[in-house]
């Protein structure tokens, strides 16, 4: 294996060398593996297979750069060869060369097509690079090559989960298991594809299985609170949330999530250890800091320390408005592309057209509008199945072709869509929200509920493929709304919502389309309900709503706070509670502070002066 001309007795020596050098890498000695292979390659600066180890050592010792320098001259002397391309590219994704990792690992693929770590290393650059449905082909040819790779098929499954298809990242999950059952991060991508899918009692059991093998994770202990939480069940949630606090005391996430579910007060003892964290930040990562800043501004809304609690949410919104692609012209040309297209007479053109089915109830509006508080009340109905927030109308649309629009811009297919084709859209919808939802067709429940409030920018393709959908708009004051939003770190994708100036241009935006919803869409259609009425004035609307929906009273609605089911929006610990009216009129910051986000609303939202 040595490529210099060395003469046979040294290069048996260095082989016999190398051997026991291997031997004990391959025991965990990295130690004395180390100080052989540099033995070796003091007498054989080129000695391949020790470049290839040592690399190894170092890559997984985190020194990068000498890793990197190894496996360079590995490539200068085997360039024919796949393998250190591959090692080579796996230095670079580590350091997160994206680029540079991705030419090697084509290199390596150049030379042997059937090369499944080269090809399971280029589906995890595209995946660090959120190029998800690109990774997927890569992952899954590495499975196809070498049914037995585990982290192939737990590769796939995550970014299965990145695209929101939890429901086909479970078996792969399952299928890693099956291959080594004690694969940690499969056991942990299974919890949390089960509990994307609301199988909440699958997904605890397999994070406790996870913290049999590994007690000390703090991350599995916050996960499993998570689970705990969306199902109701806080008093074990906060233990599981306090144990992560105690496992690893700088994750600020933890105490965000501890805060979601008990007050905080000053000689709090989570609370006071969160300030001490914000006392020096330089250790954190942008990431930990975000999180650090939304805890604390929550915390201290809690304790009526306003204007800390807001100092917090302007620098955490801050960060985290760094890190997004938003591109707000590019928004708020879709929603005049949107105006544009769905006019009074393309609505009355194509009306009844589509699916007849009555079975959806949309609930629609800004987040933090109380849409939550709506389905929680259809939820108590025993006739009602409450979906959550569904991707599933987006995903039939991405689908939406019609024979004549092909080549236009997206909403622009409309105009030509025959009542066949909407007629597709939306039997293509109810066949994905019933098979992503286990919703069990023939079943007592009458209605689906589908709170995802984002839809309100296609309430007329909604309309277009189901007519006898119902749609209830979720409305709250503008100010109030924004600034709930503000506060809030969404799990989901809110770009508009951590700039108080794009915020108050969105929701603009928002409810300029909603009227003109309301001016092309049947009279009546969309019931729009005022969160300030709903929790003021609370049966009477309630009865409105269900009446909307074509459903008989029932009194279980008037003990929304006890409707047994997965809630998994901001609002799951709120909608678990009986009416409250403090989200009412919140306490405001100083009015210079709120200026970006009144002059964003403008004048007709707020009215002649700022609510106060």
Not at 156 to 179: G, M, S, T
Not at 421 to 443: I, N, Q, V
Not at 575 to 584: A, C, D, F, G, N
Not at 587 to 601: F, I, K, S, T, V
Request: net charge negative.
């Amino acid at each position: 294996m040595s490529t210099t001309g060395e003469n046979p007795g040294t290069s048996r020596s260095l082989e016999a060398l190398f051997a026991e050098a291997l031997a004990r890498h391959q025991q965990g000695d990295m130690l004395n593996a180390e100080r052989q292979y540099r033995a070796i390659l003091a007498s054989d600066g080129g000695h391949y297979d020790t470049l290839v180890h040592l690399g190894m050592v170092r890559l997984q010792e985190r020194d990068l750069d000498e890793a990197t320098r190894l496996f360079r001259e590995a490539v200068s002397r085997k360039p024919e060869s796949a393998e250190p391309h591959a090692y080579l590219a796996n230095a670079l994704l580590a350091q997160s060369r994206f680029d540079e990792a991705a030419e090697e690992y084509d290199r390596a693929l150049a030379i042997d097509s059937k090369y499944a770590e080269a090809h399971f290393g280029l589906a995890s650059t595209l995946r660090a690079l959120k190029c998800y449905d690109e990774a997927l082909p890569f992952f899954e040819r590495a499975l196809q090559i070498d049914p037995d790779y585990a982290e192939a098929a737990c590769g796939l499954a995550v970014a299965l989960q990145k695209l929101d298809r939890h429901d086909e990242a479970v078996p792969l999950f399952e299928r890693a298991l099956e291959i080594d059952p004690d694969y940690l991060q499969a056991r942990y991508g299974l919890a949390t594809a089960l509990q994307s899918i609301n199988k909440h009692a699958e997904a605890i059991s397999q994070y406790d299985q996870a913290l049999v093998v590994a007690p000390h994770a703090a991350i599995a202990h916050y996960n499993r609170g998570a689970a705990l939480m969306e199902i109701g069940r806080f008093g074990e949630a906060r233990l599981a949330f306090e144990r992560a606090i105690d496992l690893e005391p700088t994750r600020a996430m933890f105490y965000g999530a501890l805060f979601e579910l008990q007050k905080a007060s000053s000689t709090d003892r989570h609370f006071v250890a969160l300030k001490a964290l914000a006392e020096d930040m330089t250790p954190l990562s942008v990431d930990d800091r975000i999180d650090l800043h939304f805890a604390l501004g929550h915390a201290y809304s809690q304790i009526a320390a306003y204007p800390e609690a807001f100092r917090h949410s302007l620098e955490g919104n801050a960060l985290k408005r760094s890190q997004i692609a938003y591109d707000e012209a590019d928004a708020m040309r879709m929603v005049d592309s949107i105006r544009a297209v769905f006019t009074d007479d393309l609505m009355r053109a194509k009306a009844g057209c589509g699916n007849p089915s009555a079975l959806p109830i949309f609930i629609v509006g800004m987040p933090r509008s109380g849409s939550t508080l709506i389905e929680q009340i259809l939820a108590s109905h025993p006739l009602v199945f409450a979906a959550g927030e569904r991707l599933e109308f987006a995903r039939a649309l991405n689908g939406f072709t019609t024979t004549r629009g092909i080549g236009l811009p997206f909403f622009e297919r409309f105009r030509f869509a025959s009542g066949k084709e909407l007629r597709r859209l939306g039997t293509d919808y109810l066949g994905r929200l019933t098979k992503a939802t286990d919703f069990p067709l023939g079943a007592h429940w009458r209605r689906i509920t589908d709170k995802l409030p984002a839809n309100f920018r296609v309430l007329g393709p909604i309309h277009l493929a189901l007519p006898n959908a119902r749609i209830i708009h979720s409305r709250r004051n503008p100010v109030d709304t924004c600034l709930s939003c503000f506060s809030t770190l969404f799990a989901a994708d809110q770009p508009f919502a951590y700039d108080l100036g794009e915020l108050g241009r969105y929701y603009r935006s928002y409810a300029g389309l909603m009227a003109h919803w309301n001016r092309v869409l049947p009279a009546g259609l969309v019931l729009e309900v005022d969160y300030e009425e709903l929790v003021a004035d609370f049966e009477p609307q309630a009865r409105r709503i269900l009446e909307h929906c074509g459903l008989e009273w029932d009194d279980a609605c008037l003990a929304f706070d006890k409707a047994v089911r997965p809630v998994r929006t901001a609002s799951m610990v709120q909608v678990r509670q009986p009416v409250y009216k403090t989200s009412v009129n919140r306490p405001l910051p100083a009015p210079e502070l709120l200026r970006p986000l009144y002059d964003g609303l403008g004048p007709e939202l707020l009215g002649a002066v700022p609510r106060v």
